[in-house]
């Protein structure tokens, strides 16, 4: 049936170019979470007012997030090419991808962490000092839960970004969907291809924020 509709699809490798791309976007996403989590933290703890205000450390964070935040991805995959090169043995290929992809979108949900965490209601956090409290504590027990549901919308709104840089690095060799429109669609000129992985793109973004919201949901308490 496929192959009469659209004779220009091999079926198999269209159907691993959208594991690579959940693949790229999954392992991505873990890291991005580990990392935008204490970017966050850094940012929001070492704030005017904040539990381990430092002016000098927190002007550091920021510029390293503003920096990589700035830099258009296609540009950021390339200068990374040697560090990439250095920690996984090649620059080809959906592992390859992963460090552009964690480095690329870490910054941006570093800042959707502060901004969660800044709604955290100070009334809570004060009464968990009040009651003596540690810092871990207050991270661990208040902070983090607070901003949950906040949390896991900016994971969304992440993850969405990430299927788009993850076509973006297909362009350059990286496999999943991307490449699979660029080398077998675009350049072939075999546009129904495009069209297809772009269907499957947007099907993707669509499973990533029903997963998302639904989650965000569930955890809100309001």
Do not use: H
């Amino acid at each position: 049936m496929w192959n009469s509709l659209l004779p220009n699809i091999e079926m198999q490798d269209l159907w691993v170019a959208t594991y690579e791309t959940f693949y790229m976007t999954i392992l991505a996403l873990i890291g991005t979470f580990i990392f935008g989590i204490l970017l966050g933290l850094l940012l929001y703890l070492t704030m005017k007012g904040g539990i381990w205000q430092n002016k000098v450390l927190n002007f550091i964070v920021a510029s390293i997030v503003n920096i990589f935040r700035a830099i258009p991805f296609i540009i950021l995959i390339l200068l990374l090419f040697p560090f990439t090169d250095f920690l996984i043995g090649t620059i080809r290929g959906p592992n390859a991808a992963l460090p552009a992809l964690i480095i690329g979108s870490a910054p941006f949900y570093g800042r959707l962490v502060e901004i969660a965490l800044k709604e955290v209601d100070k009334g809570v956090i004060e009464a968990a000092k009040a009651m003596g409290a540690k810092t871990r504590t207050i991270i661990l027990r208040v902070l983090l839960p607070e901003s949950m549901p906040a949390l896991i919308s900016g994971l969304t709104v992440t993850a969405i970004a990430l299927i788009g840089y993850t076509a973006m690095a297909g362009v350059i060799g990286a496999g999943g969907l991307g490449n699979y429109a660029y080398f077998f669609g675009f350049q072939r000129r075999e546009f129904d291809v495009v069209f297809i992985c772009t269907v499957f793109i947007v099907l993707i973004v669509f499973l990533f924020q029903f997963i998302g919201d639904f989650i965000s949901n569930k955890l809100d308490k309001r």
